[in-house]
């Protein structure tokens, strides 16, 4: 993987994306697990959103240690990081099979089917939770110095 595109660090770019469209697959692995219909409808959006989101996570995960030994990183984001691309996947394998059984049209949906939504709601919920972790533990380290430096009291605005 290049560690830099257009002159700027690959992980910078890649991880935004999984930022993005990690928490959107979930929204939409919520929405599929309220309704089997919106699940047949939408779940081929839902799973190839999650599908990008995953590999986004993965290059984020792969571009982070270059990245890492020019701008230095802390334990949180690193371990955060390393397990970000599980819970994407994690993500992908419950929407992906909820939309498999959903779209075989049937009116209502058995238990099992019925505890897999509620699985998915779950891992979504995991999901969201583990990249919103992930990204501010990275943010907190990217914008840690500026942020106290604005505050400090011998820093104003007006000088």
Not at 58 to 69: I, K, V
Not at 100 to 124: F, Q
């Amino acid at each position: 993987m290049p560690d830099a595109i257009f002159g700027l660090p690959t992980h910078i770019l890649v991880v935004h994306a999984a930022v993005v469209l990690i928490p959107l697959a979930a929204v939409g692995a919520v929405v599929m697990a309220l309704s089997a219909r919106w699940s047949e409808r939408f779940g081929p959006a839902v799973v190839a959103v999650g599908a990008v989101g995953f590999l986004a996570s993965l290059a984020s995960r792969l571009s982070g240690p270059s990245l890492a030994q020019s701008q230095g990183v802390s334990e949180a984001h690193h371990s955060a990081g390393n397990l970000l691309p599980f819970f994407a996947a994690g993500l992908l394998i419950v929407v992906t099979v909820l939309w498999l059984i959903d779209r075989r049209g049937a009116v209502a949906r058995s238990l099992s089917t019925s505890i897999l939504a509620v699985v998915v709601v779950a891992v979504a919920v995991l999901a969201t939770g583990w990249t919103i972790r992930t990204g501010h533990t990275g943010s907190e380290q990217v914008w840690q110095n500026v942020v106290t430096m604005i505050t400090s009291p011998q820093h104003s605005l007006t000088d």
